[in-house]
């Protein structure tokens, strides 16, 4: 059984910074591609970027490339993704998701497998 934990949510002032983690356990996950989604009150679950657990390529949404690095530790079977230059815009529920195969290319939250429960991020102005 897949499970994704996240943690590292909160609230920070803009301009700040938060770094997310998601535990994933229940199988190897070499062969996953790992993603962090986010949604904000009234929009669409939305991609915000990507790594490959084997090769550790990572793809972002433009409006966080610059600010956002997901990184991953193989040790820990744990995927972070490191919130720098928050702004208020960036306010959401944030989630890790996985799916096994695939590129860092797929943004589309259908293809992906597993999910974790989420944590809130609020950034103030």
């Known amino acids: 059984q897949v499970q994704l934990v996240e943690s590292g949510g909160g609230l920070v002032q803009a301009g700040g910074s938060l770094r997310l983690s998601c535990a994933a356990s229940g199988r190897t996950f070499s062969s996953h591609i790992m993603g962090w989604f986010r949604q904000a009150p009234g929009k669409e679950r939305e991609f915000v970027g990507a790594?490959?657990?084997?090769?550790?390529?990572?793809n972002y949404v433009d409006s966080v490339k610059g600010r956002f690095t997901i990184s991953r530790d193989n040790a820990k079977n744990t995927v972070y993704l490191q919130m720098d230059s928050l702004k208020p815009e960036d306010t959401a529920v944030y989630y890790c998701a996985t799916r096994r195969w695939g590129t860092v290319a797929l943004t589309d939250r259908s293809l992906y497998s597993y999910w974790g429960q989420g944590t809130q991020v609020t950034v103030s102005s």
């Open positions: 790594i490959s657990w084997n090769t550790g390529s990572t």
